[in-house]
Every structure is written in structure tokens, then in C-alpha cells.
């Protein structure tokens, strides 16, 4: 049939998935006990609006993109829970830096002295910004992991290197 007797609609466009936080190759999938709750009830909504879109019959086509959205969404999460690992930051050493730590860091050189930032060291699908909740795998996280209480650290900000102390070392369960 020629495509002069077929409407735009008909056409389907490639689903495209939305990706999850990227984990570099070879890197475990280190989650908080929040962060792991995070994902389940992720997992449980994602289930629910499936289950509302199968039961909506008014418009098969746009179904059929939904549908396929979301079980791709909900493949991509499977796996990510299937890989987790759950690390308890309470179990953590209490004088270094390591995963789940709430780090303040304070500028001693090369930047504004005296300057504080605070984050907490998170599993990749937890991480936000907004929340002062940083990957694992982000470079500021990298460079401060492994670091003792009170020892400098040097952080490479853009072209600008900056050593900062790490002031405080906190661990919430």
C-alpha cells in the first residue's frame, strides 16, 4: 500500500527508554538500605501505572509505545536490584571516608579558605545534587573516599586544583 493511504499516527517512532544513572563497567552496584528502599517502591509505582495502562483500551497505539516504555523501564530496574549491593554506612569505619559517609570538607588552599561543602557518598540511583547526595562514582566522590578525619585531600575542580581538609565524618543508619 502506498504511504499517501496511511495516517502520521500509524507510523510508530522507535520507544525510547529513559536511561538510568550510568555505573561505569565492572563497578558494583553499591546501594544505602535507603537507597535499596528507593528502588523497591520505584519498582512497586512503576508496576502500578503498568497495570492502569493495560486497562486503558481507548487508544491501542499510544498503549502499545506506553507499554513498551515501561517494561523497558521496568527490565532496567529489575536488573539494577538484581545487582545491588547493600552496604549499611553504619558498619563503616567512623575516622574514614567510605560509602554512605556524610563528608564536610573544608577549602585550605587554592580556593576560597574556609569554605565548607557537605555530601553524603550514595549509590548512583540515589545520588541528587539538590539533596547534597553524590555517586560513588563521581569524581569529588573518588577523590575523598579512603581519606582519614582532619588529613588534606586534593581536588581537582576544572583547570584549578583545590586542597580541602576533611573537617567531619558522619554515618547514619
Request: hydrophobic residues 40%.
Amino acid at each position: 500500500m502506498s504511504r499517501a493511504f496511511t495516517k502520521e499516527d500509524d507510523v510508530q517512532s522507535p520507544t525510547i527508554i529513559p536511561p538510568r544513572a550510568a555505573l561505569p563497567p565492572n563497578t558494583p552496584n553499591y546501594v544505602t538500605p535507603h537507597g535499596l528502599e528507593l528502588l523497591r517502591a520505584e519498582l512497586t509505582t512503576l508496576e502500578t501505572e503498568r497495570a492502569q495502562v493495560e486497562a486503558n483500551r481507548d487508544n491501542d497505539a499510544d498503549r502499545t509505545r506506553q507499554l513498551s516504555v515501561y517494561n523497558g523501564r521496568i527490565s532496567d530496574l529489575t536488573s539494577r536490584l538484581a545487582s545491588a549491593k547493600v552496604v549499611d554506612p553504619r558498619t563503616q569505619p567512623p575516622q574514614e571516608v567510605r560509602f554512605g559517609a556524610t563528608v564536610t570538607l573544608r577549602t585550605t588552599s587554592g580556593g576560597k579558605v574556609g569554605f565548607e561543602r557537605k555530601f553524603t557518598i550514595v549509590g548512583a540511583d540515589e545520588a541528587s545534587v539538590a539533596a547534597g547526595k553524590v555517586a560513588f562514582v563521581a569524581p569529588i566522590a573518588r577523590a575523598v573516599i579512603g581519606a582519614k578525619l582532619g588529613k588534606p585531600v586534593t581536588l581537582r575542580l576544572g583547570p584549578k586544583e583545590e586542597v580541602v581538609e576533611v573537617a567531619a565524618i558522619t554515618y547514619e543508619g
